[in-house]
């Protein structure tokens, strides 16, 4: 069983649509919960980060993690065609670690 | 911008050949991590280091290795590449906190 278990996609939704991302792990170690987003060809850029379960609001983007379930989500509203990329969740232990990520979920959003 | 740099961007090298990659951080961060990203594997830890030091160490290979510098930019060595070395090297670093990591563009390397 990998460590950390992500739908590749694609999705697609239409713009407008509330998305739903998600990955669940194994590992009851991992502390600090992170979604990254890639555009094809560039360089992980990151958009949330969480520590405890719960929930965190940025702008359009809600991160949530239960810990009890070892699953974290990443909810976009209002979606629109620029969030078409490909979405990694990372989770890591804690102190000097790498990041363990899923193999990522390409969402596609048509105009 | 991440604020991250790495050159080169691309990369074309033959089998059982050597090449260097390099990284430099954001300004003020200490901690730099390398992460090889293909398509079978997705994004996979390599090492990590830290003002200086080598931290952490994920799934590097005997024939990689890598280091930091005073100026704390840092290199990725790969030796004796095979085809299957052929993918996206990114680079990342972190401040004092170390909690959250921003990556750099990558390099992008073909062994033929």
């Known amino acids: 069983q990998k460590e950390v278990e992500q739908d590749p996609g694609p999705l697609s939704v239409p713009e407008g649509a509330i998305v739903s991302l998600n990955c669940t792990y194994s590992?009851?170690?991992?502390?600090?919960f992170m979604w990254y987003r890639q555009y094809s060809r560039k360089g992980p850029e990151l958009l949330m980060y969480?520590?405890?379960?719960g929930n965190k609001e940025d702008g359009r983007f809600t991160a949530q993690v239960d810990k009890s379930s070892k699953y974290i989500s990443l909810f976009i509203r209002d979606s629109q065609p620029s969030d078409s990329a490909t979405y990694l969740c990372?989770?890591?232990?804690?102190?000097?670690?790498?990041?363990?990520f899923g193999k990522g979920t390409h969402l596609i959003i048509q105009p | 911008d991440s604020g991250v740099t790495q050159t080169p961007k691309h990369l074309i090298t033959a089998t059982g050949q050597r090449v260097t990659l390099r990284c430099s951080p954001r300004?003020?961060?200490?901690?730099v991590y390398w992460y090889q990203q293909s398509l079978d594997q997705g994004l996979q830890f390599l090492i990590q280091?830290?003002?200086?030091?080598?931290?952490a160490k994920g799934n590097i290979l005997e024939r990689f290795s890598a280091q930091q510098f005073p100026d704390l930019h840092s290199e990725l060595n790969l030796s004796s590449l095979e085809l299957g070395d052929s993918a996206l090297y990114f680079c990342?670093?972190?401040?004092?906190?170390?909690?959250?990591?921003?990556f750099g563009p990558g390099t992008r390397l073909l062994v033929l």
């Open positions: 280091y830290y003002n200086g030091e080598e931290r």
């Open positions: 990342a670093s972190s401040g004092a906190g170390q909690e959250t990591q921003y």
């Open positions: 590992n009851s170690a991992f502390q600090y």
């Open positions: 969480t520590y405890s379960s």
């Open positions: 300004s003020g961060d200490l901690s």
């Open positions: 990372a989770i890591r232990e804690g102190g000097a670690d790498g990041l363990t």
